[in-house]
Nanobody
């Protein structure tokens, strides 16, 4: 069992930065690939980024590539999403998720994940 708690969301102007954190409970955290998804009002939840259990591999959605960076610290049971050059279209609730046993290249859909956090709101004003 893994419990996930996101933090770091807020209101920022376009062009600004935020860093989201996702703290995990459970001794098996380092076994899980970790993902970030987001959901805007009236839209489906969409993939943002994923990082492998070791932190050695990452994959990003085209819409955030070059602006967002995902990282993890297994000693702290925490993953991060550094978001730079934010745009109004990045406004959404951001969720972290944990999944195991699959190549990260396949982990761009919500069904690949076993555990989810409650989400943190990110609002980017123009």
């Amino acid at each position: 069992q893994v419990q996930l708690v996101e933090s770091g969301g807020g209101l920022v102007q376009a062009g600004g930065s935020l860093r989201l954190s996702c703290a995990a409970s459970g001794r098996t955290f380092s076994s899980y690939n970790m993902g970030w998804f987001r959901q805007a009002p009236g839209k489906e939840r969409e993939f943002v980024a994923v990082i492998s259990w070791s932190g050695g591999s990452t994959k990003y959605a085209d819409s955030v590539k070059g602006r967002f960076t995902m990282s993890r610290d297994n000693a702290k049971n925490t993953v991060y999403l550094q978001m730079n050059s934010l745009k109004p279209e990045d406004t959404a609730v951001y969720y972290c998720a944990a999944g195991i046993g699959l190549p990260i290249a396949t982990m761009t859909s919500t069904g690949r994940y076993n555990y989810w956090g409650q989400g943190t709101q990110v609002t980017v004003s123009s």
